[in-house]
């Protein structure tokens, strides 16, 4: 056994290593702590809701993507889907405020329409080209439950 059973605890099941955590706060122990991995807990936490922001944008970005460009494939599922991520999107910036500055970041968009892009080549079987090279949209339009690209029907 090692001289530091807390990390070993935290590396072999981060679960149970929560939910030892978990008591020791709750029982007031704060001196028996892994604060440093807590640390790293409390800033993953943030990490992974921008992440899921980042990727509900990507999937929505990637079906307005077919829709404007696929319109003979249009259909209700692309339709719920797009009214969906939406929704989330919305409902996920309302419960984290803090992530709307990540709306107007120029390279969290980048990076979210890289993935749209990745996301709508691979489902189209489209070259890279055929898409815009930078997400033509402003995010206010992409929100918007009543807007669709040009070039295609509105809800």
């Given at each position: 056994m090692s001289a530091n059973p807390k990390t070993n605890s935290?590396?072999?099941?981060?679960?149970?290593?929560?939910?030892?955590?978990?008591?020791?706060?709750r029982t007031g122990q704060y001196n028996r702590l892994d604060i440093e991995h807590i640390a790293e807990e409390i800033e993953d936490v943030g990490?992974?809701?921008?992440?899921?922001?980042?990727?509900?944008?990507?999937i929505l970005l990637a079906h307005l993507l077919k829709w404007q460009h696929?319109?003979?494939?249009?259909?209700?599922?692309?339709?719920?889907t797009i009214r969906v991520q939406r929704k989330d999107i919305a409902k996920h910036i309302q419960k984290?405020?803090?992530?709307?500055?990540?709306?107007?970041?120029?390279d969290w968009w980048?990076?979210?329409?890289?993935?749209a892009l990745d996301q709508a080549t691979g489902e189209t079987g489209f070259v890279y080209d055929r898409?815009?090279?930078?997400?033509?949209?402003?995010?206010?339009?992409?929100?918007?439950?009543?807007?669709?690209?040009?070039?295609?029907?509105?809800?």
């Open positions: 935290y590396d072999g099941d981060v679960i149970a290593w929560a939910n030892e955590q978990a008591r020791l706060l990490i992974s809701e921008q992440r899921e922001l980042k990727n509900r944008m990507a696929q319109p003979d494939r249009r259909g209700n599922s692309w339709r719920n984290n405020p803090s992530l709307k500055s990540d709306l107007a970041d120029p980048e990076s979210a329409w890289a993935k898409f815009p090279e930078n997400c033509p949209w402003a995010s206010e339009q992409i929100m918007n439950p009543e807007w669709m690209p040009e070039g295609s029907e509105s809800f």
